[in-house]
């Protein structure tokens, strides 16, 4: 989901997301969970995301 590696050069993490799926890598699962913005016109509706 953000920085676009496969699951052939790393493991991947699913992300269920209003009905669609989505993957990110571990190192990523920070950004996600703590500035969740950073993934604005990846993941619908980021931009309204509070960071948790």
Not at 18 to 44: A, R
Request: aromatic share 8%; charged share 20%.
């Amino acid at each position: 989901m953000f920085c676009n590696r496969t699951e052939h050069e790393i493991p991947l993490v699913r992300v269920d997301y209003k009905s669609e799926s989505y993957w990110i890598c571990p190192q990523h699962i920070p950004v996600l969970i703590h500035d969740p913005q950073k993934l604005e016109g990846i993941l619908p509706g980021a931009e309204t995301m509070q960071a948790g």
